[in-house]
């Protein structure tokens, strides 16, 4: 969320920066939210008036009294029941304002980096740098599910019908190797110097909007019926969430944390969920990273957090490529944010497996997080990045580690996790 003085003072830049995320049905929003921004303010201060005026008044019917002057007593009464009166109707006032006014601001964009690529949609992200070698077998690849299949790793069948599409069983050595891959990522993160967490699963409506923009949270989130609880999308949500209402001394910082959770979505909107395949599903485990900084230090943490991403796969052996969100693929909310794609044979493309993202100070403005500076308070800025989600995960390094006799290796780094093991077999 913007500061609304910054956009007070800098229309033309909050329009154009509208313009650049192509959502040109935000625009009338800027005059809106300023007309109305300066009712609430008339408002406001002809309050602060009527109750200057009233304590006046007030310490004046003591004195007539006192005095004898029943007369001026009663028509200094009548005067504060006015006053009251017109106050209670300018409170009114000035709590409808403010509610509409942040209710604007809040689906108004970030103002996006500069260096961040004009463009509409993810068609038009930019890539920015390839890690390792692509590399396709002389051998057919099979789809990730036949290889699943084939090792007794996973049942699409029975979660269909215990849950529908979007779900799975993984058994077996696979279900280990998604257990193992988790583990790995925690102590990877921990060798770096993050924070390990386990957050709740579940949080409220107040830190939900705080952390992500109306259109993510109808599309994302799912609702506890009958309370005000949502299902978290990523930990990112109660580790941001975390922080609300927070006076953070500077010294403290920064905050580097790493977390695992489950993970739901509804997926509304996406290209549609699979019924033979984890690509994209309802359920699945994240490790995830979360920076909590000062304002002049998030540009250096964003390019850290991308690069650890990079560094884990590369540790498996999995080519990897960053891409540069253009200015349409950004959420509202972000001012930067790279996508992590691994490298998949079968299909010689790279996907996404992660995804990096800076968003300055808007969620801190939302949450109330702020940082206790020597001359003063201000806002946090916040950061997050993907270390991996699996089993999405899974696709690219089954595929990547597949022989041609239908075993997967298991790279020296997994194999304390898998009890010694160097190879799944059939």
């Not at 154009?16 to 921004?37: A, G, H, M, S, T």
């Not at 979360?290 to 796969?313: G, H, M, R, T």
């Not at 959420?331 to 990096?356: H, I, N, T």
């Not at 801190?364 to 990045?385: E, M, P, Q, S, V």
Request: net charge negative; glycine share 6%; with cysteine.
């Amino acid at each position: 969320m913007l500061d609304i003085k910054f956009l007070r003072t800098n229309p033309d830049i909050v329009k154009e920066n509208i313009k650049k995320k192509f959502q040109f049905e935000k625009i009338e929003l800027v005059d809106k939210v300023i007309e109305l921004d300066k009712e609430y303010r008339d408002a406001k201060n002809r309050a602060d008036e009527l109750r200057g005026q009233r304590n006046s008044i007030s310490k004046q019917i003591g004195m007539f009294m006192a005095k004898g002057q029943k007369d001026d007593a009663e028509n200094a009464k009548q005067q504060v029941k006015d006053i009251n009166g017109e106050l209670l109707a300018l409170e009114v006032k000035e709590t409808e304002l403010e509610a509409e006014v942040r209710k604007i601001m809040l689906v108004i964009p970030n103002i996006i980096d500069d260096s961040v690529p004009i463009g509409k949609d993810d068609s038009e992200n930019v890539e920015i740098e390839k890690f390792g070698e692509p590399f396709v077998p002389d051998f057919e690849v099979p789809y990730h599910v036949d290889i699943m299949e084939s090792l007794n790793g996973v049942d699409l069948d029975s979660a269909r019908k215990t849950s529908g599409n979007g779900f799975y069983y993984l058994s077996g050595d696979i279900a280990r190797l998604h257990s193992a891959i988790l583990s790995y990522a925690r102590d990877f993160m921990i060798d770096r110097g993050f924070t390990y967490y386990i957050p709740p699963f579940m949080i409220r409506s107040e830190v939900v909007t705080g952390v992500m923009s109306f259109a993510e949270m109808e599309n994302m989130m799912y609702k506890i019926e009958g309370e005000d609880l949502y299902l978290i999308g990523t930990s990112e949500h109660s580790m941001i969430g975390k922080f609300i209402d927070s006076i953070i001394p500077e010294e403290e910082l920064p905050k580097t944390l790493t977390s695992y959770s489950p993970c739901f979505r509804k997926e509304v909107g996406a290209h549609g969920i699979e019924e033979r395949g984890v690509y994209r599903i309802h359920q699945f485990e994240k490790q995830e990273m979360i920076v909590v900084c000062k304002p002049e230090d998030s540009k250096a943490w964003y390019d850290k957090l991308w690069q650890n991403s990079v560094d884990f796969f590369r540790s498996l052996d999995i080519p990897v490529r960053t891409l540069e969100c253009c200015s349409g693929d950004l959420a509202d909310l972000k001012v930067k944010s790279c996508d992590v794609e691994a490298w998949s044979p079968r299909q010689k493309k790279y996907f996404e497996v992660g995804s990096c993202s800076n968003l300055g100070d808007a969620q801190a403005r939302r949450l109330g997080i702020r940082i206790k500076g020597k001359d003063g308070n201000y806002f946090a800025h916040t950061l997050n990045n993907t270390v991996v989600a699996p089993p999405r995960m899974l696709i690219a390094f089954l595929e990547n580690n597949l022989n041609e006799d239908g075993s997967v290796n298991i790279p020296e780094p997994l194999r304390m996790y898998m009890g010694g093991k160097s190879k799944i077999v059939k």
